[in-house]
């Protein structure tokens, strides 16, 4: 199994930024792919970002250019850098892992994100 520590949601205005954190860690020790997706209320979940251990990455269309994913693999740990947030950036977002030896994801328990006045 996998555990997850997630950090940095909150509240921000509109054209600000927020920092978030995730650690995995439990039965696996190296991640293939690491990253975030986000579900708004009365949507379905979607693609923030993605990272690889090589380094590549994907973005979704919503954020590119707004957002910076990067990850410390030796520490299975993943940041999401989002600036010029906008109210439609608000949701919960969810870090992802997947372990390099088997196919399959975990997810984090999310974290809410509010674009607001």
């Known amino acids: 199994q996998v555990q997850f520590a997630e950090s940095g949601g909150g509240l921000v205005q509109p054209g600000g930024s927020l920092r978030l954190s995730c650690t995995a860690s439990?039965?696996?020790?190296?991640?293939?792919?690491m990253g975030w997706h986000r579900q708004a209320p009365g949507q379905q979940r979607e693609l923030v970002a993605e990272i690889t251990m090589s380094g590549d990455t994907k973005y979704g269309n919503d954020v590119a250019g707004r957002f910076t994913i990067s990850r410390d693999s030796a520490k299975n740990t993943v940041h999401l850098q989002m600036n010029s947030l906008k109210p439609e950036d608000t949701a919960v977002y969810y870090c992802e892992a997947r372990p390099l030896t088997i196919i399959s994801t975990y997810w984090g328990q999310g974290t809410q994100v509010t674009v607001s006045f």
């Open positions: 439990g039965s696996f020790k190296t991640f293939s792919v």
